[in-house]
């Protein structure tokens, strides 16, 4: 048996005869005495810890096959479990005024058409459900729930459908908040409606500030009178979109949600994310939980200090997991207000970045999305790849002018994810 080329090792801080594994591949993790990696290495390990190391992944018995397998491995991964999940943006239009929006030149009046809406039912039905395929899709915008008749149309069909071809219809919402009363929440649920995901961009004053209404008033206290009224009837996440300069502000969103009982036992998940100078005008600020990074070194302090304190205060955030990138699973889309299909929500308006229509299928997008940018040896023996897969093709983009290459996140790995994994050990020992 040989040690997983997937496996990170990094030195106990509190006892030298110790080390952390973790399986980037199995996600894993353990403490082992180090005299148990020694006897990997004489060959003299016990049957009962090799039973206990394969079974956490630390140990294969071929390591040129585990490296073959990752070629694959997304892709039948995708075979066998099944799920399409689309992104669905249903119009361009908000009531809200924020700051940094990444709309910019597209805003305006701009929706899907109930032609279009059509249109997306059926190549849901004919793509995925009648071909035994669960479908999730996340309606987005602008904001979606101003699009509310149609994506309740579009739903009660999907869901028929799915009930008769035997598979499962569930939607998402990234919505802004002030228009998800616990009635639309309600209505929205009998649908297949699981969840939705707001944005808070910091305590009040500071979301105020950046996500004020049209008119200029804030809207923080309507979109935390409606969190506290659908928390109980879907799951709510809670996003927010941090900077250099505010970062450190948004412990304080935290203690006042708690103050206005939304605990952690009612609160789905929280996770911040940054807008920079690096994603600019192009970041879609709701979009950017863990899929974009930027290489920024204020954002490892920043992205390790918020974990901790989203953590510290019993909130749910994710564990270290894969960012992998939804232009490398075959049945993600992205279905734009007018119908056009991207593979990233980042490349909606960019020339030669779109993969075809609802109503003429999809491209093949393999030359023009760099598909096997990351199959080459230096990925392959990175112990990072289970994680990256070559990372965020829209960030080479935003860096190189095109998908040339891959977005390497050697860097960000080795600063972060230590810190991140005892992170979890922390507060998974907690519970
Ligand atoms: S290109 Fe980047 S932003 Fe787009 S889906 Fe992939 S990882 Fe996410
Ligand atoms: S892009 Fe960089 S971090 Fe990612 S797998 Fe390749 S070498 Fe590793």
């Not at 659908?230 to 969103?253: S, W």
Request: charged share 25%; glycine share 6%.
């Amino acid at each position: 048996m040989h040690l997983s080329r997937y496996l990170k090792q990094y030195p106990c801080r509190d006892n030298p005869d110790r080390v952390l594994l973790f399986s980037t591949r199995r996600l894993s993790k353990a403490i082992v005495p180090l005299s148990v990696l020694r006897s990997v290495e004489e060959g003299t390990l016990s049957p009962e810890n090799m039973a206990t190391l394969t079974r956490l992944g630390f140990l294969v018995p071929d390591s040129a096959a585990e490296r073959r397998e990752m070629l694959t491995v997304m892709t039948e991964a995708e075979e066998r479990l099944k799920k399409a999940f689309l992104m669905a943006v249903m119009n361009l239009d908000c009531n809200l005024a924020c700051t940094y929006c990444y709309e910019g030149k597209q805003r305006g009046k701009h929706y899907m058409s109930p032609e279009t809406a059509d249109l997306l039912v059926k190549y849901c039905e004919e793509t995925f459900l009648r071909q035994g395929k669960d479908l999730t899709i996340d309606f987005y915008g602008g904001e979606p729930l101003l699009s509310l008749d149609l994506i309740k149309s579009i739903s009660l069909r999907l869901k028929n459908s799915a009930e008769k071809a035997g598979t499962d219809y569930a939607f998402t919402l990234v919505t802004n908040g002030t228009l998800l009363t616990a009635a639309v929440a309600s209505e929205l649920a009998l649908l297949g409606l699981k969840s939705a995901r707001i944005t808070l961009d910091g305590p009040k004053e500071n979301h105020d500030c950046y996500r004020p209404f049209s008119s200029g008033k804030g809207s923080f206290d309507l979109i935390v009178k409606n969190l506290r009224e659908v928390c109980g009837i879907i799951k709510m996440g809670i996003g927010g979109n941090y900077t250099e300069e505010n970062y450190r502000d948004f412990p304080r969103l935290l203690d006042e949600l708690v103050d206005l009982g939304l605990t952690p036992d009612r609160i789905a998940h929280v996770m911040f994310a940054p807008v920079s100078d690096t994603l600019g005008e192009h970041l879609m600020p709701e979009f950017n939980e863990g899929c974009c990074s930027a290489d920024e070194p204020w954002l490892v302090d920043a992205s390790i200090y918020l974990r901790e304190e989203i953590l510290r205060r019993g909130f749910f955030t994710p564990k270290v997991q894969p960012t992998t990138c939804m232009i490398e699973f075959k049945d993600n889309l992205v279905v734009h207000y007018d119908g056009t299909l991207y593979k990233c929500p980042a490349f909606i308006g960019l020339e030669g970045l779109d993969v075809g229509h609802l109503e003429s299928g999809i491209r093949d997008f393999r030359a023009s999305h760099n598909m096997d940018v990351w199959k080459k040896d230096e990925c392959l023996d990175c112990a990072y790849l289970p994680l990256c897969f070559g990372g965020c093709r829209f960030m080479t983009l935003l860096q190189k002018g095109a998908i040339s290459d891959v977005e390497c996140r050697k860097a960000w790995y080795d600063a972060t994810l230590e810190e991140l994994l005892l992170q979890d050990l922390r507060y998974s020992l907690k519970k």
